[in-house]
């Protein structure tokens, strides 16, 4: 039974508003990302620790207020550590933290999940695991020339159990993509890479699953999920704003009601 | 030097099945046959050090110890950030191997000297730093690495200095015949040094090729021993030489000198040899030889007043 997405996105409100944190909109596009991710990952063996788990490697650390939201909800969390989001003491960072107990990589520099995650999918075969790593990059974050190094080389290894997730919210925090540095063809740029790629609503988990639950492909994946920043508060979509600031006030007031509609 | 590390990788890479070798397209002549043995724990990621170093993240989260070779300069700070964020701030425990260092490339010009790497490199916590001297510490300093739980960035150069016997330990005297004057030097120079002993006998030597952490122990008894100590190195001051003068403010040590043969804190447009650029710094075994003359006769006249 998973949780619907209104209600995480509910709960990413109160944590990021509570904490003080900035990055709510990049935190509501990712939402359906993160929960298919979680659907299809075998929790019990990284519950366990297992060597051949699944991993998860959250490149666009910003999102760590939706990242730690998801994990409370399958379990990976309590409700004392996510109460204390960014609050003077706690190890739950404003970027996604491998103090945190089950994330694997910590990540906030960009440009830096890639490799990693690329590193662990080499591993993993090194073993004869059947273990799959997916990583989550932001579209601005491709602007980082070391995602594309690790691109090049997964393309060339052909390295089936990486899943490369695309957040493609058009937008870095300057505004959108367009205006500073245009990063499409994104599925053209993949296939070049030797990546299987699929272009999906970055808002439907189904979609998603739909391309990460298949697994007969000889390349690693990337999946293009287009997605809206700020997605789900309506005067936070698509207005980089809401890349910095903090709802309080009649503002939370306001988006909680969206959320509760 | 570089072909004992090698046979020493493979010796381990043959007893220890979470060994994995990577490089960033460097190693001509010398990875192939890896390649062929150890075909899954065997790759060139092509020249890309960043991707390198986060590969090396990405395998240590599995448990494996990763050996990653390249050039000192590219691997140390082409890969910086990646070497802080993805190992350094995770702790995990890869062997970083940087080969042609100090002006190793010198005819190849400045971007290929690695001068500034120890200064960059030692701001970072959660590293060791060796500097092998001879063909006998390299080997030592590989197993030293293997061993430990900390990652370790071995520079080395092309340097072929042995020193006829075993050691027992990276730091260690080379020479040691109880002299007012003692060289502190690795890598390179101190075969550099030990060669300046054919035109002074005034100084002692000791090698010091793991370069962090300080040797603190050694350190108290060392500048307890000697009225004044030179730094030779093929090295901005920001190596040693500066890890030493913080060292001595910290400990509040005032009846030693301490001096440097350094590198100028400059990129020349001016290539040549490795020899020729030696001695525009002054670091070539008789300038060493003069300026521990020079430190000598200056000691001397402190004595007289």
Redesign the interface.
């Known amino acids: 039974m998973t949780t619907p997405n209104k209600q995480l996105r509910r709960k990413i409100l109160e944590v990021i508003s509570r904490g003080g944190s900035p990055h709510i909109a990049s935190a509501f596009s990712m939402v359906e990302i993160l929960n298919a991710v979680f659907r299809t990952m075998a929790l019990e063996k990284i519950k366990d620790g297992a060597?051949d788990r699944d991993?998860f490697v959250m490149s666009k650390g910003h999102g760590a207020g939706a990242l730690y939201v998801i994990m409370h909800a399958y379990g990976l969390m309590g409700d004392d550590d996510l109460a204390s989001f960014h609050a003077n003491g706690s190890l739950l960072a404003g970027h996604a933290s491998?103090f945190v107990k089950y994330i694997?990589?910590?990540t906030g520099?960009l440009?830096?999940g890639?490799?990693?995650?690329?590193?662990?999918?080499?591993?993993?075969?090194?073993?004869k695991s059947e273990a799959r790593v997916f990583v989550l990059v932001g579209d601005g974050e491709l602007h980082e020339?070391?995602n594309w190094?690790?691109i090049?080389?997964a393309g060339?290894l052909g390295m089936e159990n990486l899943y490369v997730l695309v957040d493609s919210n058009g937008y870095d925090q300057m505004g959108p993509l367009g205006s500073s540095c245009g990063i499409e063809p994104l599925r053209a740029k993949f296939e070049s890479f030797n990546f299987a790629t699929a272009e999906v609503d970055g808002h439907s988990e189904q979609e998603i699953m739909g391309v990460i639950q298949k697994s007969e492909n000889k390349k690693p994946t990337a999946v293009i999920c287009r997605t809206v920043k700020g997605k789900g508060v309506s005067f936070m979509e698509s207005n980089v704003v809401w890349h910095y600031r903090t709802p309080a006030g009649e503002e939370y007031e306001k988006a909680l009601a969206e959320l509760n509609d | 030097m570089r072909a004992i590390l090698f046979h020493k990788i493979y010796e381990s890479m043959r007893r220890n099945p979470n060994l994995?070798f990577l490089t960033a397209g460097v190693g001509f002549n010398l990875i192939e046959p890896m390649c062929k043995e150890f075909p899954?724990?065997t790759?060139n990621?092509?020249i890309?050090e960043?991707?390198l170093?986060?590969?090396?993240?990405?395998?240590?989260?599995?448990?494996?110890k990763?050996i990653c070779y390249s050039y000192t300069n590219f691997l140390a700070e082409r890969a910086f950030?990646?070497i802080r964020?993805?190992i350094c701030?995770?702790r995990y425990a890869p062997i970083f191997i940087g080969t042609t260092a100090g002006f190793d490339n010198a005819g190849l010009g400045a971007t290929h000297h690695a001068l500034d790497d120890i200064g960059a490199l030692k701001t970072l916590p959660h590293l060791k730093i060796y500097s092998p001297s001879s063909s006998e510490s390299i080997g030592l300093i590989f197993d030293e690495a293997l061993a430990s739980d900390m990652a370790s960035f071995i520079r080395f150069t092309k340097n072929d200095f042995s020193e006829g016997h075993p050691v027992s330990d990276a730091n260690r005297f080379v020479i040691e015949r109880h002299a007012k004057i003692l060289i502190i030097s690795h890598g390179k120079m101190v075969a550099n040094s030990v060669r300046a002993s054919e035109f002074s006998s005034g100084f002692d030597l000791f090698a010091m090729d793991r370069i962090k952490p300080l040797d603190a122990g050694k350190l108290k008894d060392l500048f307890a021993g000697y009225r004044a100590i030179v730094v030779v190195e093929d090295n901005f001051k920001s190596g040693l030489y500066n890890s030493l003068a913080q060292w001595m403010a910290e400990n509040d040590v005032k009846n030693t000198r301490l001096h440097s043969i350094s590198v100028e804190e400059t990129y020349r447009g001016e290539i040549g040899t490795a020899a020729y650029l030696e001695d525009l710094n002054g670091l070539n075994p008789k300038q060493i030889a003069d300026f521990i003359g020079l430190i000598n006769k200056d000691l001397s006249s402190y004595d007289e007043i």
């Open positions: 060597r991993r491998h694997e990589h910590s520099a440009g830096h890639l490799s990693p995650a690329l590193g662990m999918a080499i591993g993993l075969r090194a073993l020339g070391s190094e690790a090049m080389l060339h | 994995f899954d724990r790759m990621v092509g890309a960043q991707n170093v986060g590969v090396a993240a990405g395998l240590s989260n599995l448990g494996f990763a950030e990646q964020n993805d701030l995770h």
